[in-house]
């Protein structure tokens, strides 16, 4: 008999959703989607007002100069952890800003980087990627010192036969004996093939142990980077865009969040792979113009390659330019287990975030600057990355959240 009572609620509840929706002026068709375990998010009139009150900047100094601020992130006592791109280092600061040290050095030996990719705290050690290298470093925080190197390229690959051809392209760490990693087949122009004139460009994700030995099954497909194509003075250009879907993908010690920025349908995975849930809402994405693509590059690309991207943007044929923007720009999970997915707004200079408890129910959603993005949310507080107005320098800035009743 519940089962019955609970079948008649969500069907009354979808058809509400639906009804609503017919009433809004937005062109596209809802259409919810037929998951198992799907969550609705749904705005009700208790949402909570949310202020975020800066409170500390951790920023390079004349002595300890930060030459590119990479990824970062944060331990449970607050200290921040800055991945310096260009000397190859990782910079240490206190909870109050103060810079303490700063350990590795460029090179291929223990301790040392070729390149500096995604930086992870976990229970007491900094793991640190390095895609030029393919292998993943613990440092000890108490010592600074190398505890451990993990290797990362696969070394089963040519066991697993749909993996024939692709290139070992992404790393995404969870926890220390679990990985995700992601091969990636050639992007190869042809301006005979219909849609956006080129192959069927995807990738596959699989789990990797630390024995570096992949999952044979991959646990996700999904597709590559899309890219715009066009003559320009007689020669043909490719790009990729973000603008035309991207993955996103976020996760905890023992989940994976993964969703396609089309559309706001977040699913969550263990660690095995295995579905478990997923939020959904039905979006009203904004239209898009090449205008705004066009200012967006030039917020975002620096002289010498923005010219290349506008006049893709700008000569590319019709059909391949699509009608809307995506649904999502990014999704970041708090260590309360709570998701912020920030979504695409028709304007461009920021974002809104929604803030969702686990089960589904929106807490707050707040606007926040496009050029301020937030990386990193832990023990109450929100860390983006900024530049100085009067320095040119790029820096870290923390925030205390405050949730408030209306």
């Known amino acids: 008999m519940s ?15 639906i009804l609503f929706m017919m009433g809004c002026s937005h062109e596209e068709t809802i259409n919810i989607p037929e998951l198992e375990n799907l969550i609705v998010v749904t705005e009700g009139d208790d949402l909570l007002t ?14 300890n100069l930060i030459g590119r601020l990479g990824q970062f992130d944060v331990d449970d006592d607050g200290r921040v952890y800055v991945a310096d791109a260009m000397q190859h280092r990782v910079h240490v600061f206190d909870s109050e800003g ?39 470093t613990a440092f000890s925080l108490n010592t600074y010192e190398e505890f451990n190197t993990i290797h990362t390229q696969a070394i089963n690959k040519r066991e697993v036969e749909h993996l024939s051809g692709l290139n070992q392209s992404g790393f995404i760490f ?56 066009a003559t320009v003075n007689g020669q043909y250009r490719f790009t990729q865009f973000e603008f035309l879907g991207s993955t996103l993908i976020t996760t905890t010690e023992n989940s994976m ?26 979006f009203q994405k904004k239209v898009f113009t090449r205008e705004q693509a066009i200012q967006q590059q030039k917020r975002e690309y620096e002289e010498g390659v923005v010219e290349w991207r506008v006049s893709v943007i700008e000569n ?42 686990e089960t589904g129910k929106l807490i707050t959603k707040f606007e926040w600057p496009q050029n301020e993005p937030i990386e990193v949310i832990k023990n109450g507080y929100v860390y983006t990355r900024q530049t100085d107005e009067e320095t040119g320098l790029q820096q870290v800035v923390r925030y205390r959240i405050v949730f408030e009743m209306k």
């Open 174 to 229: 969870i926890n220390r004996n679990k990985f995700l990693v992601n091969f990636t087949s050639r992007l190869v122009p042809n301006p005979a093939h219909a849609g956006y004139n080129l192959n069927d460009n995807y990738r596959t994700y699989h789990l990797m142990d630390r024995d570096r030995r992949i999952d044979r099954e991959q646990v996700f497909k999904k597709p590559g980077y899309k890219a715009l194509s």
């Open 257 to 282: 969040y993964m969703a396609r920025s089309e559309d706001f349908l977040i699913k969550v995975y263990d660690t095995y792979g295995t579905y478990l849930r997923a939020y959904y809402y039905p």
């Open 316 to 357: 590319a044929p019709e059909e391949q330019v699509p009608q809307t923007w995506p649904a999502l720009n990014d999704l970041l999970l708090d260590d309360e287990n709570r998701l912020w997915v920030s979504t695409i707004m028709g304007d461009f200079n920021i974002y809104e975030w929604w803030v969702l408890e």
């Open 50 to 63: 949310i202020t975020l009150e800066k409170e500390a900047v951790f920023v390079s100094s004349e002595s």
């Open 98 to 136: 103060r810079h303490l040290t700063h350990f590795g050095r460029e090179g291929g030996g223990p301790g040392e980087f070729r390149s500096m990719g995604a930086l992870n705290y976990s229970n007491g050690y900094l793991y640190i990627y390095d895609p030029q290298l393919m292998r993943l």
């Open 3 to 17: 089962n019955i009572i609970t079948t008649i609620f969500r069907s009354m509840h979808f058809v509400i959703l």
